[in-house]
């Protein structure tokens, strides 16, 4: 056996060795993005939970102005993270966690009462396709964003919380703007990265069977529990649980 063998075989034997160590790279890094008419606020519990757990989390605070600059901002948040991140979205956050979720060190997908939608498809195509039982969102003034009526809050949105709860969510919600509910999604992260989908049972904003439906056309895997759309700030345990089981199946 010759020295120049010896050496090939040494080097294909380290490059083997270093791309199956990437691979099985744990996954600590979870970033996660707010929904519309909300903001990562409601996820403090959650992450508090999934921190003493071992997690590095970071809440993307996008600004919900178009779908391609909320995509931008969780883009900047992944480029921090030191190695594979698991990248959670909550409703308006699925369509952004679809497109950002093509990103290199992106391992996997988590769909907390989400919109997950197909390449071509927009929010509104979605939404429209099963309406969800609430009807409280109102335009701005200027009829370019939409904001969900504080009055309506709790029965659309967070039934299942405290009413000092709801009350600061309704405060603090971010405006969404048309054009984001309007942008069409590219090619689907869920296509080639694994994925995860939590229906919330007791959803008013979006149809628990529309849901359902866009889980299984991605092959999500599905955890159903009762609760509001705030699912991750009234079952905060239940949906760090969720979290932190495709966190360790991405590791894999």
Same mark, same amino acid.
């Given at each position: 056996?010759?020295?120049?063998?010896?050496?090939?075989?040494?080097?294909?034997?380290?490059?083997?060795?270093?791309?199956?160590?990437?691979?099985?790279?744990?996954?600590?890094?979870?970033?996660?993005?707010?929904?519309?008419?909300?903001?990562?606020?409601?996820?403090?519990?959650?992450?508090?939970?999934?921190?003493?757990?071992?997690?590095?989390?970071?809440?993307?605070?996008?600004?919900?102005?178009?779908?391609?600059?909320?995509?931008?901002?969780?883009?900047?948040?992944?480029?921090?993270?030191?190695?594979?991140?698991?990248?959670?979205?909550?409703?308006?956050?699925?369509?952004?966690?679809?497109?950002?979720?093509?990103?290199?060190?992106?391992?996997?997908?988590?769909?907390?009462?989400?919109?997950?939608?197909?390449?071509?498809?927009?929010?509104?195509?979605?939404?429209?396709?099963?309406?969800?039982?609430?009807?409280?969102?109102?335009?701005?003034?200027?009829?370019?964003?939409?904001?969900?009526?504080?009055?309506?809050?709790?029965?659309?949105?967070?039934?299942?919380?405290?009413?000092?709860?709801?009350?600061?969510? $309704?405060?603090?919600? #971010? !405006? &969404? /703007?048309?054009?984001?509910?309007? *942008?069409? =999604?590219?090619?689907? @992260?869920?296509?080639?990265?694994?994925?995860?989908?939590?229906?919330?049972?007791?959803?008013?904003?979006?149809?628990?069977?529309?849901?359902?439906?866009?889980?299984?056309?991605?092959?999500?895997?599905?955890?159903?529990?009762? $609760?509001?759309?705030? #699912? !991750? &700030? /009234?079952?905060?345990?239940?949906? *760090?649980? =969720?979290?932190?089981? @495709?966190?360790?199946?991405?590791?894999?």
């Amino acid at each position: 056996m010759n020295r120049r063998y010896i050496s090939t075989l040494a080097l294909a034997f380290a490059t083997s060795v270093i791309a199956f160590a990437a691979q099985a790279a744990e996954v600590k890094n979870i970033v996660i993005v707010h929904g519309a008419l909300a903001d990562g606020s409601g996820w403090r519990k959650a992450t508090d939970i999934l921190e003493r757990r071992g997690f590095n989390v970071t809440i993307v605070q996008e600004p919900i102005t178009s779908l391609a600059d909320d995509v931008a901002a969780t883009k900047r948040v992944l480029d921090l993270q030191d190695g594979p991140t698991l990248l959670v979205g909550h409703s308006y956050g699925g369509m952004v966690i679809t497109e950002a979720g093509n990103s290199t060190n992106v391992a996997g997908l988590v769909y907390v009462a989400a919109f997950q939608p197909d390449k071509g498809e927009s929010l509104l195509d979605l939404a429209s396709s099963k309406p969800a039982s609430g009807m409280n969102i109102r335009e701005t003034k200027d009829g370019k964003y939409l904001y969900l009526d504080p009055a309506g809050f709790a029965a659309d949105f967070a039934a299942d919380l405290p009413k000092d709860e709801v009350a600061f969510l $309704a405060k603090s919600q #971010v !405006f &969404a /703007s048309k054009e984001a509910f309007s *942008a069409k =999604v590219g090619e689907p @992260a869920w296509r080639t990265k694994k994925s995860w989908s939590i229906v919330a049972t007791d959803d008013h904003s979006i149809n628990p069977e529309l849901e359902r439906e866009m889980a299984k056309r991605a092959g999500s895997a599905v955890t159903e529990i009762k $609760a509001s759309h705030a #699912v !991750f &700030a /009234s079952q905060p345990e239940k949906v *760090a649980d =969720v979290i932190a089981a @495709a966190a360790a199946a991405s590791s894999k």
